[in-house]
């Protein structure tokens, strides 16, 4: 009997292109409207009898599916989202790649695809970093990042639901524009009665696409209107849970006079477990144990709003990988606007200031911490 093989990031095999592309500029980059990714990508394959194929770091490019491969009608997909920084000391970061592919590995085991480990997971990101992002990231654009995509999809070509057979891990790098500076803050629309992002017993924890699709119509109509994302309520009592795709975070002073930091807790799987959302908690516990409350628990739109009519809603910001540290000023809930305190033009405000100055302090190599870690860098001829 075959054995079944894991991932192994020692198996790995190199194809470097021999047609390798120009970096673009910044110009090029803005008026592209396609993700560029950079010349080498990582694949690797898995079947229900055999295991892991031997990854490859190849060039960048299209792969075969065939029309019944199962990730194009039951949504057998996972992906993670992370970044590599170029540091204003010349060396190339990423951060909390542990997080990731941890979370990578939860999400596929939610929609039924295989399982790997997570350190070999991460040891083959590093890998195709450290050929590509000396080229596409270097030490010219410091205080820039890369986008990196793990992927996994099911493959098997047979219709049917059931759980998949067949697999394809790929990793890509690719741009991605700054999005945390909207001038005047981030401003939110919360969604209309009828939908939902998420629910309990729903994967709205797990980051699968089906819970993005769905999603868009709302946040189309937000864009529409003037706004940036929807802050998605659940429940009867209106409980606040995400800031489009990101984690949502408020600043204010509660009735018993103590200043609070709060967020929606995970423990009824509603939100994602972001690796931003989780540095800026420790972060908080770390350093501001002494000048705020840090708390986890559900809260309300009515909380809100009764906050801002008092006079005890101080900031908020929404933190995740895309949107990074974002300060909101302005949620629009129904007829009423809840305005919320930030720096001028909307930059940050105190607390939102420092959480986002000190991580991007450690992603771009101002201090040394031990969530960023440095990604020896090959060059390739």
Not at 11 to 19: D, G
Not at 37 to 43: E, L, N
Not at 77 to 92: S, V
Request: some cysteine.
């Amino acid at each position: 009997m075959e054995a079944i093989q894991p991932l192994d990031v020692s198996q790995l095999r190199y194809e470097y292109t021999t047609a390798p592309r120009e970096v673009p500029d910044h110009g090029t980059l803005a008026k592209s409207k396609q993700t560029i990714c950079t010349d080498h990508m990582i694949t690797a394959s898995w079947d229900i009898n055999s295991g892991w194929s031997p990854p490859e770091l190849k060039p960048y490019g299209p792969f075969t599916l065939l029309p019944t491969a199962s990730c194009l009608h039951y949504a057998y997909e996972c992906f993670e989202g992370l970044k590599a920084y170029r540091g204003h000391d010349g060396k190339l970061r990423m951060f909390r790649t542990d997080r990731n592919s941890r979370r990578l590995l939860m999400s596929a085991e939610r929609i039924s695809l295989p399982q790997f480990s997570p350190d070999e997971l991460e040891k083959l990101i590093y890998a195709l970093v450290s050929v590509d992002g000396p080229k596409w990231l270097p030490e010219s654009r410091a205080g820039e990042f890369l986008y990196i995509r793990p992927t996994i999809i099911g493959t098997d070509s047979q219709i049917g639901v059931a759980k998949p057979t067949a697999a394809l891990l790929y990793i890509i790098i690719g741009y991605m524009g700054r999005m945390d500076t909207p001038a005047g803050g981030k401003r939110l629309l919360t969604n209309p009665d009828d939908v939902v992002r998420s629910w309990v017993g729903g994967f709205g924890f797990a980051k699968v696409g089906a819970n993005y699709g769905p999603s868009l119509q709302a946040t189309e109509e937000a864009y529409r209107q003037g706004y940036h994302q929807i802050l998605w309520l659940y429940g009867p009592n209106g409980d606040c849970t995400e800031a489009g795709g990101s984690n949502f975070f408020v600043v204010w002073q509660r009735k018993d006079g103590k200043k609070e930091l709060i967020t929606a807790p995970l423990d009824d799987q509603l939100i994602l477990n972001g690796v931003t959302r989780r540095s800026c908690l420790d972060l908080a516990r770390e350093r501001l144990k002494d000048e705020l409350e840090i708390t986890e628990r559900k809260f309300t739109i009515s909380e809100l709003q009764e906050a801002s009519a008092e006079g005890r809603l101080l900031e908020s910001f929404a933190a995740g990988t895309a949107w990074f540290i974002t300060p909101i000023s302005l949620i629009r809930h129904r007829t009423e606007d809840i305005k919320i305190p930030t720096g001028p033009d909307g930059t940050p405000a105190e607390i939102t200031g420092k959480i986002k100055g000190w991580l991007s302090d450690m992603m771009y190599g101002r201090v040394e911490h031990p969530w960023a870690r440095v990604v020896p860098e090959k060059q390739v001829k």
